[in-house]
DNA sequence: GGGTGATCGTTCGGTACCGAACGTTCTGGT
DNA sequence: ACCAGAACGTTCGGTACCGAACGATCACCC
């Protein structure tokens, strides 16, 4: 769709001139802005329409399918590597766990030996979800990255590993 | 932090052998699927880190400082496109215009002439705090970028563009 | 072995965010 | 001049998500 690098050149030239202007003669890294706003707004896009032509046929969520995803590809795990693997404050996954625990997707189950401890697994039912899930995921992140050929695909994702490395330094 | 490419590269093999384990035999997309699954990571740590040493000074946070930023660039503009220019449905706009409102950064005024539309603009402490906050906010993009050069951060939006383009097809 | 401090998951309060349904206001055709 | 339909912003119901505070359990040490 809409090979217009020219319209989308001027509109973007155009967005920088009025940057430019509201911030008067300070200098401004635009190349970074550029980049990074763009990382946002590709990661509500991607997010937006998964969730709209896929996942909502399921009934699950975008959070839902990650924790779904990292069970299947790890196995049992307890809830805190399994938020650090998802990427969320563990507060956050004890809510999304007891959703997915009422669709029966996954259960809870206690440590032998220490009782702080959780251990969540999938059920059969979620491993047959994800399972029949996953591919059609997989395509969608194909049809995401279409234009792109492999070297660039590697690019991109070294240079975002390179970001997240920054924004999470400390 | 920590140059450890290697690290990061076994790492990455590991956990590619494990998603292909529980795959099975099907083919998978682990170029696509590497690069559109760090996309949604490094949006999330850059706003978190944003909203966490930045925006909470300010008891703002990142879908404000969006819109802030937006009518400070644009100047006063009706509720549809703002909320296109900042990404957001316009339901979600509607209550964080409120939020904004009563911080009193936003002030909401009657189209002359069409009493459904409304035009959304800055108050003068509005202006204040981005023009304050935006110089930092540029700091903070160059910092998440630090690390590629200028080409690489052209590159990296523009891929970047094209997902956009992508998920929003159709 | 009993108490102090760390570690775990949950709870809590608050905002963001979406999609759908809704009421109001405008517009175009006749 | 009217009325059918479009366009606009708001409301509504629901989930996600965070950070901080909390209670329970474990580990260490004298």
Redesign the pocket.
């Known amino acids: 769709m809409a090979e217009s690098p020219t319209n989308e050149q001027a509109e973007l030239l155009a967005q920088e001139k009025a940057v430019q202007a509201a911030i008067g003669d300070r200098p401004l890294d635009f190349l970074s802005l550029n980049a990074v706003s763009n990382i946002y707004r590709a990661a ?1 896009a991607v997010r ?1 329409r998964t ?2 032509d896929l996942l909502s046929d399921y009934g699950i ?4 399918f990650t924790i779904l995803w990292v069970l299947w590809v790890w196995g049992e795990m ?3 590597p399994l938020a650090a693997e998802c ?11 007891t ?1 997915l625990e009422k669709q029966e997707l996954v259960r ?1 189950a206690q440590h032998p ?6 251990l969540v697994g999938l059920t059969d039912a979620g491993h047959d979800c994800i399972e029949e899930l996953y591919p059609k995921f997989n395509r969608q992140e194909t049809a995401f990255t279409d234009g792109l050929d492999d070297a660039e695909k590697v690019e991109l994702a070294r240079m975002l590993r390179r970001v997240i490395t920054n924004a999470e330094a400390e």
């Open positions: 509500a937006r969730e709209r969520t975008w959070g839902g307890e809830a805190a990427n969320l404050a563990k507060g956050t996954l004890t809510g999304m766990l959703t809870r030996g220490d009782k702080r401890r959780v």
